[in-house]
């Protein structure tokens, strides 16, 4: 079994950061990718960024330029700092751990964290 444990949410006004991290312990594939969705009120899980073991990255649209994800493979650690947030990136955001290298994104697929909350002020 493999546990997420994420960290790092809260609340900030518009322009602000925040640092998302995510723990992974258990029986993790040796070959894996991490990644960060997220939920709206009202709207379905989405990817906001997602790296493989090898280091490769996608990223939504969205978050393209203010948002960059990062892990430390020893600690079995993905991060997610987040810069220029703004009202729209509010959301509860979602730790994945998937098998395989693979930046496809799916909602259905690997494991998942409890979800940590970002509110954005305006």
């Known amino acids: 079994q493999v546990r997420l444990a994420e960290s790092g949410g809260g609340s900030v006004q518009a322009g602000g950061s925040l640092r998302l991290s995510c723990a992974a312990s258990?029986?993790?594939?040796?070959?894996?990718?991490m990644g960060w969705y997220r939920q709206a009120p009202g709207k379905q899980r989405e990817l906001v960024a997602a790296i493989t073991k090898g280091g490769s990255t996608n990223y939504a649209d969205s978050v393209k330029g203010r948002f960059t994800i990062s892990r430390d493979n020893a600690k079995n650690t993905v991060y997610l700092q987040m810069n220029s947030l703004k009202p729209e990136d509010t959301a509860v955001y979602y730790c994945?751990?998937?098998?395989?290298?693979?930046?496809?994104?799916?909602?259905?697929?690997?494991?998942w964290g409890q979800g940590t909350q970002v509110t954005v002020s305006s």
């Open positions: 994945n751990l998937r098998r395989y290298q693979t930046l496809v994104p799916s909602t259905s697929d690997g494991y």
């Open positions: 258990g029986s993790i594939f040796s070959t894996n990718t």
